[in-house]
């Protein structure tokens, strides 16, 4: 990277290399196999069932007690012995993530970005999504573009949807002459609509900056033939802003410095930053998908094994 130091990445930016060493925590974060199946936090499991209609696995010697439906009278004709057919019903759950990285994700008040949060939680899902046997495939975007991912079985995929986010992730700087694109997100949901057809997990990763109306009806699309998430990624400042210290705030060639010492700032910033976020979790409640709140000042990895550990125990 030209732009950033080694020190820079997990805090300020991510590179490929960073998010696939994540595959390491996604072993760790494996959801128990007591889940419920139900949950949306379940994958492909193969059951015992086996019948018309489901996936095949296998042509196999006849043994009594076989539904002799199942014969395949013409691989038994060829070899001289009953063969049957044999199925084995699969709950296949592709995993989508719709992964934000928008100027305004690239806001950081402590240990790291909102845009390198996301891009581990991206990370951390598509692995454990991949270790289960399952798709995973994303939809990624900033303010300009978008990328979508078909969702694919296979390491391959896993590495190149790493590659859009790390890609996206770099190119975000505080002098960057992109313009913030709210509309994008409702954008990126559209672009989701189109790859989950049915039964898909999809996780929105997002500061939901933009998110209205449409917002709402479009997750909710969503919601109605798949099993949605939202993981808001919030900087601490939303919730507190500093009584002191100063950061500097650039929208393109402007940048403001805010003096948190100054009450006269603080005050204002800080009713502003509890509004957007009140605004924001009423929006995702009245959504009715689960959300998961995570923040840039303590370790990804930490948070989402809190989270989903929480989850899975509230499904069951």
Same mark, same amino acid.
């Given at each position: 990277?030209?732009?950033?130091?080694?020190?820079?990445?997990?805090?300020?930016?991510?590179?490929?290399?960073?998010?696939?060493?994540?595959?390491?925590?996604?072993?760790?974060?494996? !959801?128990?196999?007591?889940?419920?199946?139900?949950?949306?936090?379940?994958?492909?499991?193969?059951?015992? /069932?086996?019948?018309?209609?489901?996936?095949?696995?296998?042509?196999?010697?006849?043994?009594?007690?076989?539904?002799?439906?199942?014969?395949?009278?013409?691989?038994?004709?060829?070899?001289?012995?009953?063969?049957?057919?044999?199925?084995?019903?699969?709950? &296949?759950?592709?995993?989508?993530?719709?992964? &934000?990285?928008?100027?305004?994700?690239?806001?950081?008040?402590?240990?790291?970005?909102?845009?390198? !949060?996301?891009?581990?939680?991206?990370?951390?899902?598509?692995?454990?999504?991949?270790?289960?046997?399952?798709?995973?495939?994303?939809?990624?975007?900033?303010?300009?573009?978008?990328?979508?991912?078909?969702?694919?079985?296979?390491?391959?995929?896993?590495? @190149?949807?790493?590659?859009?986010?790390?890609?996206?992730?770099?190119?975000?700087?505080?002098?960057?002459?992109?313009?913030?694109?709210?509309?994008?997100?409702?954008?990126? /949901?559209?672009?989701?609509?189109?790859?989950?057809?049915?039964?898909?997990?999809?996780?929105?990763?997002? &500061?939901?900056?933009?998110?209205? &109306?449409?917002?709402? @009806?479009?997750?909710?699309? /969503?919601?109605?033939?798949?099993?949605?998430?939202?993981?808001?990624?919030?900087?601490?400042?939303?919730?507190?802003?500093?009584?002191?210290?100063?950061?500097?705030?650039?929208?393109?060639?402007?940048?403001?410095?805010?003096?948190?010492?100054?009450?006269?700032?603080?005050?204002?910033?800080?009713?502003?930053?509890?509004?957007?976020?009140?605004?924001? !979790?009423?929006?995702?409640?009245?959504?009715?998908?689960?959300?998961?709140?995570?923040?840039?000042?303590?370790?990804?990895?930490?948070?989402?094994?809190?989270?989903?550990?929480?989850?899975?125990?509230?499904?069951?």
């Amino acid at each position: 990277m030209a732009r950033a130091q080694i020190s820079d990445i997990g805090t300020v930016y991510v590179t490929p290399a960073h998010l696939m060493r994540m595959e390491a925590d996604a072993r760790r974060l494996a !959801v128990p196999p007591h889940r419920p199946n139900q949950s949306v936090l379940s994958g492909r499991h193969a059951s015992r /069932l086996r019948g018309r209609g489901l996936n095949f696995e296998e042509i196999r010697a006849y043994v009594p007690g076989d539904d002799l439906r199942y014969l395949d009278w013409k691989a038994s004709s060829r070899v001289g012995r009953a063969l049957v057919r044999s199925y084995t019903e699969e709950r &296949d759950r592709p995993a989508l993530f719709v992964v &934000d990285q928008r100027i305004s994700m690239f806001y950081g008040t402590q240990r790291a970005m909102k845009s390198v !949060v996301a891009a581990e939680i991206a990370a951390l899902g598509a692995w454990m999504a991949f270790r289960a046997g399952d798709r995973a495939g994303a939809v990624v975007f900033d303010d300009g573009r978008i990328e979508a991912m078909r969702p694919h079985r296979s390491r391959a995929r896993v590495q @190149a949807l790493l590659g859009a986010v790390a890609r996206c992730n770099q190119a975000l700087r505080a002098d960057s002459p992109v313009r913030p694109n709210p509309g994008q997100l409702d954008a990126a /949901l559209r672009a989701a609509l189109h790859l989950a057809t049915h039964d898909y997990l999809v996780c929105v990763i997002s &500061d939901f900056l933009g998110a209205g &109306d449409h917002t709402l @009806a479009l997750m909710r699309e /969503l919601a109605s033939h798949n099993d949605v998430m939202a993981a808001l990624v919030f900087d601490p400042s939303a919730r507190a802003v500093p009584s002191s210290g100063k950061i500097v705030v650039t929208e393109g060639e402007l940048q403001v410095e805010l003096d948190f010492r100054q009450r006269s700032i603080r005050e204002p910033l800080s009713a502003m930053f509890d509004a957007r976020q009140h605004d924001v !979790v009423e929006l995702l409640q009245r959504c009715g998908v689960p959300m998961l709140a995570i923040d840039t000042g303590q370790p990804t990895v930490m948070q989402v094994a809190r989270l989903l550990g929480r989850y899975a125990r509230q499904r069951a």
